[in-house]
């Protein structure tokens, strides 16, 4: 779990420091604050092996297409769109602190001699003896944990984008991310229930989606053609795909896979209250903190919305309250700091009718 969090140069923040993060986390905060951007931060923390780790961020808030030029694709994750300036992610899992480093290379050399293209004619592709590696654009990327360093290039041209990895390993913590406007695949939520399904845990998927819809008896995986979705019985004629039952459930359904299946990691879920009507959240957050407990998963979401906030205060009371905290981005010229509420602190604020938004 991650204890700690410190970012430098990274979109919205010169520099955001977090030293307090528990198992479930709320995050607040004005618009354009950067709550997306934290999620998004510790999300390419964790992609590190994926060629689109960067473009990928753009997908997510609705951008389709990007020329194929180094300054459009990655200026954006820069502050202030300042490419030449370097960015630096570090997190703390308990006692040991692992830092990523990123920074721009116009004159990256990459391990690979690119053979000349075959001939209409159909021939072998040819590769001169004394030909060198052609420059290329980079993002360098270099991971540090306890003096052990590995390093990756993110490199783009004209064959589109690329990934050199050198002495470095995935990391051993998965993290998913849920984004504001997302929809999950139908293969991917199904790929996920059926493997609860085999072990035998499809019952506390079904618990969870009835907070909001009562009438489900069942679900199961549906496969049709080369399209797999998650199939509900609500006392119709037949089931019915989960989407068609509202926004509500079908979130709810990606976000409970999501904590069941990145058992020991993190799940990052972007304006939490979205598709959520105000009278059901309180149960869906206690939901949350109870999966996020069994299956030693960590949570953290953004949020707009006060009754979003009040609702996971009153459903982390009990023996779940130490497992919350609430943190409040706020910014102070270039400087963003993080306001940490753990649940004493926010039950007072809230008690009392502090604004902590």
Sequence with gaps: MITGLDIKGFKKFVHLSIHQLSRVNLVG?????????????????FDRMNPHMVTNQFARRGVSILPLEPETLWSPIFFNYEIKHGISISVTYGKITETMNITYNPNYLP????ANKAAASG??????????PMPSYALDIVYKTNGIKGASHLTVGVEGLGLQVEKMKATKMQATIIPSRYISPPNEDAERYGKLDVAG??????????????????????TMGNI?????????????????????????LSIILAIANT?????????????????????VWEGIGKAAKKYDCQVIATTHSYECLDAAYKGFSGDLAQDFSY????????????????????????????EVR
Aim: a neutral charge; zero cysteines; glycine letters at 8%.
């Design 201 to 222: 845990e499809e019952n506390d998927i079904l618990e969870f989606l009835r907070i909001i819809e009562p009438n489900l008896k069942g679900l199961s995986s549906v």
């Design 111 to 114: 391990a690979l001699v690119r």
């Design 29 to 45: 905060g004005r618009n354009n604050i950067g709550k997306t951007s934290l999620l998004e931060a510790i999300f390419l923390f």
């Design 327 to 354: 943190l409040r981005l706020d910014s102070f010229g270039d400087e963003t700091k993080a306001k940490i509420f753990d649940y004493e602190m926010l039950k007072v604020a809230i008690e009392s009718n502090m």
């Design 263 to 283: 058992k020991g990691g993190i799940v990052l879920i972007d304006e939490f209250e979205n598709g959520l009507h105000y009278s059901v959240m309180q149960k």
């Design 123 to 132: 021939r072998q592709l040819q590769i001169k003896t004394d030909q060198k």
């Design 228 to 252: 797999s979705m998650v199939h509900g019985d609500i006392g119709l004629q037949r089931k019915i795909p989960v989407p068609y039952m509202g926004e509500g459930v079908a979130k709810l």
